[in-house]
């Protein structure tokens, strides 16, 4: 148990709708990450967010955004979903604050359907 | 661009055995860590085993242990007395030690633990 909890588990949406995705961190956890993972393919990281601002960006466009909330919980949205944005959506947490040894503690992920 | 490659889709071991899975990177970092993730039916990415580049020594945990070859940029997982829960998608994968929660996956490598 990682303590890092995503909602929902499975999401089925229509090509141009938007669509938001959520992350519960564990208490201290300053530091969430997002990651697609398409089918038969390894993670790819979308951003990261330091206390509540974006530090780091993949190869992602725009219409991916995030927010990190003082709660320790985050959001992914999507905007003009595509087909191709089918994919299971990861989060990862860690405190930055205490250094590198500190681990990564990833969620479930959220399957996320484009019809 | 730091780039990952597991050239190994699939890997079969029998109960009790020893099997090595493989993982070639790329990187002109010279300061970073390498590691080994498990993903089994329940999508939660699980750190099996992690590697700083400037150790020379290989890293173990338990039955896993590494081959770490930094210049050959080379990073095999051997499993040792192989369990049937053992059975799950591997991923190999790099972080700079600049941007620890940004982590670059492989493709994966499928294990099956056979009886």
């Known amino acids: 148990e990682t303590g890092v909890t995503q909602s929902p588990t499975h999401l089925i949406k229509t090509r141009g709708q938007q669509v938001t995705l959520r992350c519960s961190s564990q208490?201290?956890?300053?530091?969430v990450s997002w990651y697609q993972q398409a089918l038969g393919q390894g993670p790819q990281f979308i951003f990261q967010?330091?206390?509540?601002?974006?530090?780091g960006r993949g190869n992602f466009p725009p219409r991916f955004s995030g927010l990190q909330f003082p709660n320790y919980s985050s959001e992914l949205n999507v905007n003009a979903l595509e087909l191709d944005d089918s994919a299971l959506y990861l989060c990862?947490?860690?405190?930055?604050?205490?250094?590198?040894?500190?681990?990564?503690?990833f969620g479930s992920g959220t399957q996320l359907s484009v019809l | 661009a730091q780039t990952v490659t597991q050239s190994q889709p699939e890997m079969s071991v029998q109960e009790a055995e020893t099997v090595t899975l493989s993982c070639t990177y790329d990187?002109?970092?010279?300061?970073?860590?390498l590691f080994w993730y498990k993903q089994p039916p329940s999508r939660q990415m699980i750190l099996v085993i992690r590697?700083?580049?400037?150790?020379?020594q290989n890293a173990t945990e338990n039955r896993f242990s590494v081959n770490f070859q930094k210049a050959a940029k080379s990073f095999s997982l051997k499993i040792s007395d192989s369990q049937l829960g053992d059975a799950a998608m591997y991923f190999c994968?790099?972080?700079?030690?600049?941007?620890?929660?940004?982590?670059?996956f492989g493709t994966g490598t499928r294990l099956q633990v056979t009886l």
């Open positions: 967010y330091y206390r509540e601002e974006e530090n």
């Open positions: 208490s201290g956890h300053n530091t």
């Open positions: 590697q700083e580049a400037y150790k020379q």
């Open positions: 990187t002109s970092e010279s300061d970073y860590y």
């Open positions: 994968a790099y972080s700079y030690t600049g941007t620890a929660s940004k982590l670059t």
């Open positions: 990862a947490s860690r405190d930055r604050d205490r250094g590198f040894n500190e681990k990564l503690f």
